[in-house]
């Protein structure tokens, strides 16, 4: 078993350390040297537009398919020269709910209990309490085909934790749910990593990443181009948003022609609040507007800044926007 390494950057163990990976499906180089790791007990959220090789890492890391070069040890194990040792410490779960749909659900954790070598009577009692985390108790001798999409995920969910996983990976784990259905899918999330578990999540989705991940590596055409906490993210891409109110509500129009002459780019006024919105990139610029708001006898109100949206971020990263409907990453259908 390799020895996993402390990291000073975060005080914890690393539970997943990938370096130099690559994959190749023909010509297409799905993964062109990515590097990362997930520290014990953390969510690492990796984001990619469709193609960018996602789905890919995961199925290397979960011995799913083998890497054409580079080394990833993950809980401790080798994938490519410990992959059984591994299979017995990982949970999946893919983009579509993978369960038996003519088993029940409680059959169908059942199973995955047996496979996984539990004993009858320890399986039977892993499918019983997860049925209840889950909250499928109600449906539990139900097949599996009359469950609802939201009710197939909890399942899928439920069967990747069956064999208690050090590590679980999470491919756009909420592709096609409905909002409370999402919001029940990343409660369970936090959960499981509050009990300790180490979670890659793959998404397209800001407001996901935003939610469950404390590191975010961006990930595009296999190569990994941006990694680091979100807010060092959006720090790394430049420029913060000033929103100004001021005192008076009669001054926003006055205070919207001042800050226009300071040519910091073209100001936009938040109606419903009361603000003025400018773009700056320095303290300097920050001090500036300021005076000049000062010395044209204006009184602000308040004055705030914020750093760019996640999805700035990714634009600015990928050129492209983050996905807006719930798709399939276009590359790892080929490649299956």
């Given at each position: 078993?390799?020895?996993?390494?402390?990291?000073?950057?975060?005080?914890?163990?690393v539970?997943?350390?990938?370096?130099?990976?690559?994959?190749?499906?023909?010509?297409?180089?799905a993964?062109?040297?990515?590097?990362?790791d997930?520290?014990?007990?953390?969510?690492?959220?990796?984001?990619?537009?469709?193609?960018?090789?996602?789905?890919?890492?995961?199925?290397?890391?979960s011995?799913?398919?083998?890497?054409?070069?580079?080394?990833a040890?993950?809980?401790g194990?080798?994938?490519?020269?410990q992959?059984?040792?591994?299979?017995?410490?990982?949970?999946?779960t893919?983009?579509?709910?993978?369960?038996?749909e003519?088993?029940?659900?409680?059959?169908?954790?059942?199973?995955?209990?047996?496979?996984?070598?539990?004993?009858?009577?320890?399986?039977?009692?892993?499918?019983?309490?997860?049925?209840?985390?889950?909250?499928?108790t109600d449906a539990?001798?139900?097949?599996?085909?009359?469950?609802?999409?939201?009710?197939?995920?909890?399942?899928?969910?439920?069967a990747?934790?069956?064999?208690?996983?050090?590590?679980?990976?999470?491919?756009?784990?909420?592709t096609?749910?409905?909002?409370?259905?999402?919001?029940e899918?990343?409660?369970?999330?936090?959960?499981?990593?509050?009990?300790?578990v180490?979670?890659?999540?793959?998404?397209q989705?800001?407001?996901?990443?935003?939610?469950?991940?404390?590191?975010?590596t961006?990930?595009d055409?296999?190569?990994?181009?941006a990694n680091?906490?979100?807010?060092?993210l959006?720090?790394?891409?430049g420029?913060r948003?000033?929103?100004?109110?001021?005192?008076?509500?009669?001054e926003?129009?006055?205070?919207?022609?001042?800050?226009?002459?300071l040519?910091?780019?073209?100001p936009?006024?938040?109606?419903?609040?009361?603000?003025v919105?400018?773009p700056?990139?320095?303290?300097?610029?920050?001090?500036?507007v300021?005076g000049?708001?000062?010395?044209?006898?204006?009184?602000?109100?308040?004055?705030?800044?914020?750093?760019?949206?996640?999805?700035?971020?990714?634009?600015?990263l990928?050129?492209?926007k983050a996905?807006?409907?719930?798709t399939?990453?276009?590359?790892?259908?080929?490649?299956?």
């Amino acid at each position: 078993m390799t020895r996993i390494d402390k990291t000073p950057e975060s005080g914890r163990p690393v539970a997943v350390s990938v370096r130099g990976l690559v994959k190749h499906f023909g010509e297409t180089r799905a993964l062109d040297g990515v590097d990362l790791d997930v520290h014990e007990g953390t969510v690492l959220g990796v984001l990619g537009p469709n193609g960018a090789g996602k789905t890919t890492l995961v199925r290397c890391l979960s011995t799913l398919i083998t890497p054409d070069a580079g080394h990833a040890v993950v809980a401790g194990y080798d994938v490519v020269r410990q992959p059984r040792q591994l299979r017995r410490v990982i949970g999946l779960t893919g983009q579509y709910a993978s369960v038996d749909e003519k088993l029940s659900g409680r059959e169908n954790l059942y199973l995955i209990g047996r496979l996984l070598d539990l004993s009858r009577k320890e399986a039977r009692s892993r499918a019983d309490a997860l049925l209840e985390r889950f909250s499928l108790t109600d449906a539990a001798t139900r097949p599996a085909r009359t469950y609802s999409g939201g009710m197939r995920r909890r399942l899928d969910l439920a069967a990747s934790m069956i064999g208690r996983p050090h590590v679980l990976y999470l491919d756009e784990p909420t592709t096609g749910l409905d909002p409370r259905t999402r919001n029940e899918v990343w409660s369970e999330v936090r959960s499981m990593v509050r009990d300790g578990v180490t979670v890659l999540l793959t998404t397209q989705y800001m407001e996901e990443a935003e939610q469950l991940a404390s590191e975010l590596t961006v990930v595009d055409r296999g190569k990994v181009i941006a990694n680091g906490g979100i807010d060092a993210l959006k720090a790394k891409v430049g420029g913060r948003t000033l929103r100004i109110r001021p005192a008076d509500p009669l001054e926003l129009h006055p205070l919207t022609h001042a800050l226009r002459q300071l040519g910091l780019g073209e100001p936009a006024v938040d109606a419903e609040s009361g603000e003025v919105l400018v773009p700056i990139v320095s303290d300097e610029q920050l001090t500036t507007v300021v005076g000049a708001v000062s010395a044209r006898g204006l009184t602000i109100g308040s004055i705030t800044t914020e750093l760019p949206s996640l999805d700035e971020v990714f634009l600015s990263l990928t050129g492209q926007k983050a996905s807006t409907a719930q798709t399939a990453p276009l590359l790892e259908e080929v490649s299956a």
